[in-house]
Every structure is written in C-alpha cells, then in structure tokens.
C-alpha cells in the first residue's frame, strides 16, 4: 500500500462542525482511486504513540481513476486528535497518508434496476465521488439511482446543492434528504422529515431488483441493514461501510 505526502490546496466549512479539505500531494503525482475507497491520515497523539483516521475520498474527478485533488469531509469530535491536527491545518500544510483502501464500490458485475444509496453525515462523501459513475451507469445500463441522505437539519446537509443539481441534469438520479430535528424552512419535494430509515421505506426496498448501499453512523448502518433484510434483500445486495468517530 502507497505511503505519501499530502498537501492542503484549499478548503471550506460544509457546515458548522464539518471542514471540506482538498489535498494535493506533495510529489504531484495525481492520485488513482475506485469512487467509494477512502485514505488514512498518520499522525501522533500528543504523548507520541501512533495512530492514524480513515476518510472516504470525495473528489468528483472525469471517471478516468485519477485526480489530481483528492478531497475529504473531516467532522470535528469534541477533544479529538484528528480535529486538532485538521482544523488547524493551513493551505500548505502537510499531512501523512496511505491508501486507497477498502471495496465499498459499484461493481461491475453487478446487473439490478436500481442503487438504494443510503447516507448519514460524512458518509454520504463516497457517493459524491461515485457521481460521474452513476450518470454513465444510468446511461449505460438504465438503472437508477435514489440517494437518501439523513441530517439532524438542513446547515449538516452536506453537498446537497450539489445533490439537487444532479438530480435535475441526470433523470436516473433522485435526492431524498431526510432531517431528523428541524424540518427546512422552505421544504422542497423530496425532503421528508424523520430518520433516513423513512424515506428509504417509501421507496419500497425490492428484492427482485434493488442494491443496497449504507454509510454512515454504525446505529443507522445497523438498523437499515435489519430493516433491507426483512424486505428479502441478500446479504450481498447490501454493501456497508461504518463510520465510528474516535478521540
């Protein structure tokens, strides 16, 4: 597996507690990766010992596996090392990293009608970068996408101008935010007020010709799993990938 320098090009607050960083690295070679893989950031505690936190890559990039920026979305934990190091980080600051790591990707071979995506929080990063996927596999196959994403409320809805837009331009595709405290205060069409769970019941989870993603918060992932395998999904029809936020 890859060790390499990354350098910080830019970044923006996504929401209150949510800080979008977009790397470099520091070689200039550009990064190759499958849409749905994440890196790890080395770092140390402040005792020394070791330890080092994954992040899905978010990068939208052409869909020919290589970027030349790579980009994550960091949730800030109260009094965690990782939010230390990188809310402080400054454009030109470095960090360490490896990867890509992990399959949470679409597969090839797969041949069902439609994705089910389902996201909390940062969790709905890999599928952003799955988007120039997504738009040719709509084409090509005809399947369909339905993203449902679940936010406390509409300031930690993350990306979802960029969701809606999607939606709009590519027909296979459509957005379901759900928020599960404060409703938005202009609603629009596909908002549903609830836990992500809600929204992905209306859609009638299928069998016959559904695949399940689930990533985000491990209870989300772990009730959602329940809730598509009592609809009769196959275990391998629903892919996971758990985020557990760690000091």
Known sequence: MEHFKLRLAASRMLAPAV????????DGAPFAFVPGQFIQIH???????????????????DGNGQVQRLEIAVSYVDG?????????????GTVDASGPYGRFCLMDADTNRRYLLVATG????????????????????????ALVYGARNEAELLYGDEFEAFAREVPGFSF????????????RPHDRNGRAQVA??????NAAHDIAYLCGNPNMVDE????????????????????????
């Open 176 to 187: 379901h935010p759900c928020f599960s405290r404060t409703p938005r205060a202009v609603p």
């Open 122 to 145: 940062t969790g709905v990063t890999p599928y952003r970068a799955m988007l120039p996927q997504i738009r040719a596999l709509t084409g090509k196959r005809g399947c369909t996408f």
């Open 19 to 26: 800080r979008h960083l977009a790397f470099e690295r520091a």
């Open 224 to 247: 959602t799993f329940a809730m598509l395998k009592e609809a009769g999904l196959p275990v391998p029809h629903i892919r996971r990938e758990k985020y557990v936020s760690s000091r």
């Open 43 to 61: 770092f140390h505690y402040a005792d020394g010992k070791p330890t080092k936190r994954s992040y899905s890559v978010g990068t939208v990039g």
């Open 80 to 92: 965690g090392a990782a939010t230390e190091l990188l809310s402080k980080l400054d454009e030109g």
């Open 200 to 205: 992905l019941g209306e859609l009638g989870p």
